[in-house]
């Protein structure tokens, strides 16, 4: 509903019925009940809920809930999909050194960054710390490649800036494709997280590719991790 000034107002509206003896509806009381703060504390807790509140960009939960929309579109032959898992490799330098404040600085602005990066109808998440994930629908692998260059390159040339500190930043990126074959949410992830986690250990500033079927990836992944527990 809208008043004399323009404001709107959203209401819930109950109606009963006037009804005579005979049966005649003859009239009707209307009740209405303005619910317009309720509304607004819905839709605040609804993107609270989905969004990671620093960086504005989803969260982890919402973004697993589309890359599942995204196996089964595949599974339907609906279109295969991309995800690209991206972790920055000199966050925590920056955190150590500036402070916590500047880290979360640094996140805002590499969100903003992403976001120019990726087409709009892409999901960029931020997974927590300093890892991203990308889920681009309905593409071609040459084009999800294009994209994952861009990300490395754009995050190479980007120069943070803190009390009259400059840090440049990089970032390893992991790479998998949403097939009909794929087995799952969790495969889907720990392979795309596997593959950026050799990306890293493979000199960083670097894109490693998971390809269906490469279980030596996360195996290997399993075993580096073991190695470094071990030492």
Not at 107 to 117: C, F, H, M, N, S
Not at 152 to 165: H, I, N, P
Request: overall charge neutral.
């Amino acid at each position: 509903m809208l008043d004399k000034d323009g404001t709107r107002y959203t209401v819930q509206v109950m109606a009963t019925p006037l009804v005579r003896k005979e049966g005649q509806i003859y009239g009707a009381v209307l009740v209405l009940n303005d619910v317009t703060n309720i509304r607004v504390l819905s839709r605040r807790l609804k993107y609270q809920a989905s969004h990671d509140i620093l960086t504005k960009l989803i969260n982890r939960s919402e973004f697993e809930k589309r890359v599942r929309n995204a196996i089964t579109h595949a599974q339907n032959d609906d279109g295969n999909s991309a995800v690209l898992y991206i972790d920055l490799d000199r966050f925590k330098l920056i955190n150590d050194i500036c402070g916590h404040a500047a880290g979360d600085e640094l996140l805002k602005q590499v969100a903003k960054l992403l976001r120019v990066l990726v087409d709009k109808k892409s999901s960029v998440a931020r997974m927590g710390g300093d890892e991203f994930a990308v889920l681009i629908e309905n593409t071609r692998l040459v084009d999800v490649e294009k994209t994952a260059n861009k990300i490395l390159t754009e995050l190479a040339a980007y120069r943070f800036s803190w009390d009259e500190k400059t840090f440049s930043i990089e970032c390893s990126i992991g790479m998998t494709e949403i097939l009909p074959s794929c087995e799952g949410l969790t495969y889907t992830l720990n392979a795309v997280d596997s593959a950026c986690y050799l990306a890293k250990e493979s000199g960083r500033n670097c894109i490693r590719m998971y390809c269906e079927g490469d279980d030596t990836i996360i195996e290997r992944k399993g075993q580096e991790r073991w190695i470094q527990h071990f030492d």
